[in-house]
């Protein structure tokens, strides 16, 4: 049973995508619960653990210890209903109510560390069409966690039903048994399979959404020569492409700037902020060794600041290095249009969500990189669920994207592809902007709750007979483990197919290329500010460098507003960036996250990996200007 459940969600997600055996998922693992603690277990952890594992099989390779906690936590939900369990009959449909709430509930707290699990993500619903109106206005007061709940429920009187067919009832019985299970089922369906079209809004907005191409492994090439102004002059392209179609917004993906970037001018609130087009850029942004922020920054596409907004919820171990934000209004006026931007995960943040259910935004922009982090159907599971957060929030979302197809979805969940994610280009969307969110009805959600947790009971029939006892087979087990690595090659088969989009190899930014931009036998000190300028995407060269240090620097913290800290630090951690002076003149020193430390040698034009960085290395860190810049070069 549970080999069976976790083969009808697998075959639910992409690439399979049949989603209709996501809404049967559950049920024969329903009726494995009826088995001893021992076995019900090993069928919770097949399935749930294959859909979990084909999902996380694609980020192993890149974060391991990330995969293998995600992998923890997605059975977790599942595997506390096990333990409750349905083997005893007594308060046989307390029980299951129980295992309905305490896995939809487990679900929503997993929402709430950034993971997108949930049992509709599953089904693949909402469809590409979005929902009525009736269950966006419950999900609007209630959430997702309604829509499970419901799933849940419907599935959990499917089982209950097939588990009474064999018993002693009247076939009328058995028929209305069947009837109310599967028209419930079929009811959630039609609300969320089938919309009949969104009014038309007299206020719509044109949004430029950009798709990029900007693998990980190329930014770690950028201070090579010719690499930085490639994709520099792409981007400006692509900018100029935006702006003449003449766009109210020009929205940009997570991860797409080159390099890192510094702190940016902070809005002046008593100067006016002119008319649109308004940009949006995503950046990383280097404080210290070991610590970034993840930022948004709103401008116009003069480069006036509008605001800035850094990431809510880190997720934990990939984004370890991310700092807690400092910057993270509910709502940022654009115009006359409140927006509120969620980067990648934080769309499914549930503290995040609760902000923007309050607030008065209009429109929802999600800058993502997904494509890179790992695994080819993350990108189309990211999209599922956006679907699902959209309709429950009553607001459109814009999802520019960095490697793979950028989209957007209306408030009512329906999607709309803009591109195929094969490249970089701009997309126009003419976004039509609610002129009020769904009205919430708490206690249409309430009536849900009631109808489907009491469901499995009902369609059980009377709870105080036993229901037929099941029979574990041992000899099913090498079927079982057959049926598990069968699945695992086939995953990794389909991962391994070459594809359109770029490789993700990790590099370390030394293979197969020249440096002369960086490299001056001559002039040692220009040249590591060239090199240091390029990681922060500028794109100079050494001769553009002035060839006095003092100078050199001076310029340089002007531009990134960093100074180097002559304090020892206890321990370092990448990413890092810093300069230590060697008997042959000053070196690089860069250390990118999940690599190791490499010294760049600015007189010899090479590159050295190394154990550990030197202890004497001078550390670049965010500081004021007027302290920064004030003083001589101190390496």
Not at 124 to 141: D, F, H, N, T, Y
Not at 357 to 365: E, F, P, Y
Not at 560 to 574: A, F
Request: with cysteine; charged share 15%; proline share 10%.
């Amino acid at each position: 049973m549970g080999l069976l459940a976790g083969l009808l969600g697998w075959a639910s997600l992409p690439p399979i995508g049949l989603d209709g055996l996501g809404l049967v998922w559950l049920v024969p693992w329903f009726i494995a619960l009826r088995f001893p603690i021992k076995q019900r277990c090993l069928h919770t952890a097949l399935a749930a653990g294959l859909p979990a594992l084909h999902v996380i099989l694609g980020i192993v390779e890149a974060y391991p210890a990330m995969a293998f906690v995600a992998l923890a936590l997605a059975l977790g939900p599942m595997m506390t209903g096990a333990l409750i369990g349905l083997a005893s009959h007594r308060f046989w449909g307390v029980r299951c109510g129980l295992i309905i709430v305490t896995v939809a509930l487990a679900m929503g707290g997993l929402r709430y560390l950034g993971l997108p699990v949930s049992v509709a993500a599953v089904t693949g619903l909402p469809g590409p069409s979005g929902i009525r109106q009736p269950l966006a206005e419950v999900l609007a007061g209630s959430g997702v966690i309604t829509l499970d709940v419901a799933l849940i429920g419907a599935q959990a009187a499917m089982a209950a039903a097939l588990c009474r067919s064999g018993a002693h009832s009247h076939r009328l019985q058995r028929l209305a048994r069947w009837s109310s299970a599967s028209g419930l089922l079929l009811a959630i369906i039609v609300l969320t399979t089938t919309n009949t079209g969104e009014s038309a809004e007299p206020t719509a907005k044109r949004v430029a959404v950009i798709e990029t191409a900007l693998p990980p492994h190329q930014k770690a090439r950028l201070i090579a020569d010719n690499q930085l102004e490639t994709v520099v002059a792409r981007h400006r392209r692509l900018r100029q492409q935006a702006l003449q179609a003449d766009p109210d917004w020009i929205v940009w993906p997570e991860g797409s700037t080159p390099g890192l970037g510094s702190p940016p001018p902070r809005p002046d609130p008593a100067r006016p902020v002119s008319d649109p087009p308004a940009e949006i850029r995503h950046v990383y942004r280097y404080q210290r060794p070991g610590q970034l922020s993840s930022t948004a920054v709103l401008r116009t596409v003069r480069g006036q600041p509008i605001a800035q907004i850094d990431k809510r919820r880190p997720l934990p171990i990939a984004e370890s290095s991310i700092a807690d934000p400092r910057q993270s209004s509910a709502a940022t006026m654009l115009g006359a249009t409140p927006v509120t931007v969620l980067i990648c995960s934080d769309i499914f943040h549930t503290p995040s969500l609760f902000d923007v259910a309050r607030s008065d935004t209009a429109v929802i922009i999600n800058p993502t990189s997904i494509g890179y982090l790992g695994g080819r159907w993350l990108p189309l599971l990211h999209q599922r669920a956006v679907q699902i957060q959209a309709a429950a929030l009553g607001r459109p979302v814009v999802v520019p994207t960095n490697g793979s197809a950028a989209f957007w979805v209306s408030a009512t969940g329906a999607l709309n592809r803009l591109g195929a994610g094969t490249g970089a280009q701009p997309h126009i969307a003419t976004l039509p902007v609610p002129r009020q969110t769904h009205a919430p009805h708490p206690l249409l959600g309430v009536g849900i709750w009631v109808a489907f947790v009491s469901l499995p009971a009902a369609s059980a029939g009377t709870v105080s007979h036993r229901l037929p006892a099941p029979r574990w087979r041992p000899g099913c087990r090498p079927t079982v483990t057959i049926g598990v690595l069968a699945l695992i090659a086939f995953r990794l088969v389909i991962e391994h197919q070459p594809s359109s989009t770029p490789s993700k190899t990790p590099d370390d930014g030394t293979a197969s290329l020249s440096y002369e931009a960086i490299t001056a036998p001559e002039q040692p000190d220009s040249a590591v500010v060239a090199a240091l300028a390029r990681s922060f995407a500028i794109p100079i060269t050494v001769a553009d460098i002035p060839a006095d240090r003092d100078h050199a620097w001076r310029w340089l913290c002007q531009q990134i507003h960093m100074g180097l800290d002559p304090s020892p630090v206890p321990l370092i951690e990448p990413p890092a960036l810093g300069i230590v002076t060697a008997n042959e003149g000053p070196l690089v020193i860069r250390w990118s996250q999940g690599g190791r430390p490499i010294a760049f040698d600015p007189v010899a034009g090479v590159f050295q990996i190394l154990e550990r960085p030197p202890p004497d290395t001078l550390w670049l860190r965010e500081m004021p200007p007027h302290r920064a810049c004030s003083g001589s070069a101190e390496w």
